[in-house]
């Protein structure tokens, strides 16, 4: 997927006409839709303002990621990655299991 057809989607998702979001970032509703169409590329500052405002990763943005982190997940994150490594191992056994016994719910269901 495109740049330009990932701002369409997540502006979409996000309930903005190209004039709300071009507000948002400091530019035209025009240009919005420029970079939608993949008509112009927009400059590293206004992708770092597009994905704050459409809540996602710039790697999501740019389509170098199909995983999706809002500010939330990527703050939790964050917030794991300063913890020591035995603290990290803790948190990911707990949710290595929470996520095995999701789906095994998933899968008797």
Aim: aromatic share 4%.
């Amino acid at each position: 997927m495109t740049l330009g057809e990932h701002i369409l989607i997540l502006r979409k998702k996000n309930n903005l006409s190209q004039s709300a979001l071009g507000k948002e970032i400091g530019t035209s509703g025009d240009i919005i839709g420029r970079y939608e169409r993949n008509v112009m590329t927009p400059s590293i500052e206004v992708i770092i303002k597009l994905a704050d405002v459409l809540n996602v990763s710039i790697d999501f943005l740019v389509g170098k990621t199909t995983l999706e982190l809002n500010k939330k997940a990527l703050k939790r994150i964050e917030e794991v990655s300063k913890l020591n490594q035995e603290e990290q191992d803790k948190i990911f056994m707990v949710i290595d299991a929470l996520i095995r016994d999701f789906n095994a719910k998933k899968a008797y269901s």
